[in-house]
Nanobody, 119 residues
């Protein structure tokens, strides 16, 4: 069993910053990809950023230069540093990992954390 615990969401003014965290726990042998997605009301869930184990991160065009994804493999944790936030960044943010544990390689999702950018 693998659990993901997200934290760091909240309300911030335009131009502000937030850092999201997602810690994975449970029966994990290896985590390959760690990613953040987001979903605004009435829209489909979209990829924000992803970082593979030992590889380079990739970002959605809408967040390039403002968001940074990084991982701490020793803690099985992925972070999303969000700077210069815009109103259009408002969404529920979900982390996802692709991991191998007691179960075969599969994806796991967090419960989501709300980010609201508003003045």
């Amino acid at each position: 069993q693998v659990q993901l615990m997200e934290s760091g969401g909240g309300l911030v003014q335009p131009g502000g910053s937030l850092r999201l965290s997602c810690a994975a726990s449970g029966s994990i042998l290896s985590i390959y990809v760690m990613a953040w997605y987001r979903q605004a009301p009435g829209t489909e869930r979209e990829l924000v950023a992803a970082v593979p184990s030992g590889g380079s991160a990739n970002y959605a065009d809408s967040v390039k230069g403002r968001f940074t994804i990084f991982r701490d493999n020793a803690k099985n944790t992925v972070y999303l540093q969000m700077n210069s936030l815009k109103v259009e960044d408002t969404a529920v943010y979900y982390c996802k990992i692709t991991a191998h544990g007691l179960a075969p390689l599969r994806e796991y999702w967090g419960q989501g954390t709300q980010v609201t950018v508003s003045s």
